[in-house]
């Protein structure tokens, strides 16, 4: 593997404008997903429901890093939409766990059907050379999403 290199001296132009890509392609992928139909909070608790099963609120709240209220109030308009239900708590009559429903799981398929849609007709107008940067480049931002490594400056 090759050694990172930090004497690169356009390191901090490069992340200043990866960040602005990404952050244009995922307000992009948004818009072209249908997603007015739900909130990008709505969405994130979908995803991590199909991701993870059936959580508490406290748990969840934590891992969106949001209050524990807040997260109430999104889940209760989910349950109301039919996305999600609740469910007793195995081991803690107190608490209740949320799940998706199939209402929840076809809400999910839609949009990374439309998302996915969207990506390969765009994928589509590139040329062959750009198209095989794309997949390199991919390659090299999911090595960099799951870095554990930390700046040690």
Known sequence: MAKPSTAFPGVDAAASD???ACGQLVRRLRAESNNQELSWSQMAVL???EEGGPTSIADMARAELV???SMGVT???LEE???VERRPHPTDGRQFLFALTAAGIEARRRVRAAKRTWMASAIATLTEDEQRDLIVAAAV???LADSSSRNPA
């Open 75 to 77: 889940l209760s308009v």
């Open 47 to 49: 995803i991590r429901l």
């Open 18 to 20: 990866l960040l602005a």
């Open 81 to 83: 939409e039919g996305l």
């Open 67 to 69: 209050k524990p209220q």
């Open 141 to 143: 931002i999911r090595r």
